[in-house]
């Protein structure tokens, strides 16, 4: 079984760029989150999608960032403009249901660097 | 305050040795704990959760971590690590936030195994 996908593992940008990530998460989940995992820090979430409906994005950075998840599968995190303080590790996760203590399942990240 | 502490950024074992990973948490929040494990260049991964039932949940390498209500903590142990054991291990809870709830992380341990 395939894992969750993540594209591309790296990006350098320069600030004020915009970026995107993109997650294909395991076959038959239909829960997805993004996270963000500053330098010596834990996994703090981003944003949750229960199939293509965003239900929890009290976290998620409204005036640059931006998700979506058409057909409740595949999803884009989006930053516009990028700012220095965003460089982090941004990781998708999937979970079959959408209870809270479901198994997440962790993709290996995009290392995002703004310069 | 901090839903999950972990209470040491680093720990570095001999190999065969013992090894306990402290984590501590709010009494605030559910009692619903997980250690994931992120080995290097991977993704992070479920190493055991306590949902409910017996105290003592364990993994499959060997790991093992206790229950503690009393003492709100989670910490894991094993008796015997192996060098393969080198990896980054996050506590996490289940926070509730209003209507919602979501997985918390620690800041994480990293564990550094020496011949």
């Known amino acids: 079984e395939a894992g969750v996908v993540q594209s591309p593992r790296y990006k350098i940008i320069e600030k004020k760029q915009p970026v995107a990530f993109w997650c294909n998460p395991i076959?038959?989940?239909?829960?997805l989150y993004w996270y963000r995992q500053n330098l010596g820090q834990g996994p703090e979430l981003l944003i949750r999608?229960?199939?293509?409906?965003?239900?929890?994005d009290s976290q998620l950075p409204k005036d640059r960032f931006s998700a979506e998840r058409l057909k409740g599968v595949d999803s884009t995190l989006k930053i516009q403009p990028a700012e220095l303080g965003d460089s982090a590790v941004y990781l998708c996760?999937?979970?079959?249901?959408?209870?809270?203590?479901?198994?997440?399942?962790f993709g290996p990240g995009t290392r995002l660097t703004v310069l | 305050a901090q839903s999950v502490t972990q209470l040491d950024s680093q720990v570095p074992v001999f190999e065969e040795a013992p090894v306990e990973l402290r984590c501590n948490y709010s009494?605030?929040?559910?009692?619903?704990l997980f250690w994931y494990v992120q080995y290097p260049n991977q993704g992070l991964q479920l190493l055991l959760k306590?949902?409910?039932?017996?105290?003592l949940v364990e993994s499959i390498n060997g790991f093992e971590a206790e229950f503690n209500k009393s003492q709100t903590s989670f910490h894991l142990r094993k008796p015997s690590v192996h060098i393969s054991d080198t990896a980054e291990y996050f506590c996490?809870?289940?926070?509730?936030?209003?209507?919602?709830?979501?997985?918390?992380f620690g800041q994480g341990t990293r564990l550094t195994i020496n011949p």
């Open positions: 009494s605030s929040v559910s009692v619903y």
């Open positions: 076959s038959g989940h239909n829960t």
């Open positions: 996760a999937s979970s079959l249901a959408r209870l809270s203590t479901d198994t997440q399942y």
């Open positions: 996490a809870v289940i926070e509730r936030v209003g209507g919602a709830q979501k997985l918390v």
């Open positions: 306590y949902l409910s039932g017996s105290t």
């Open positions: 999608y229960e199939n293509e409906e965003a239900v929890d």
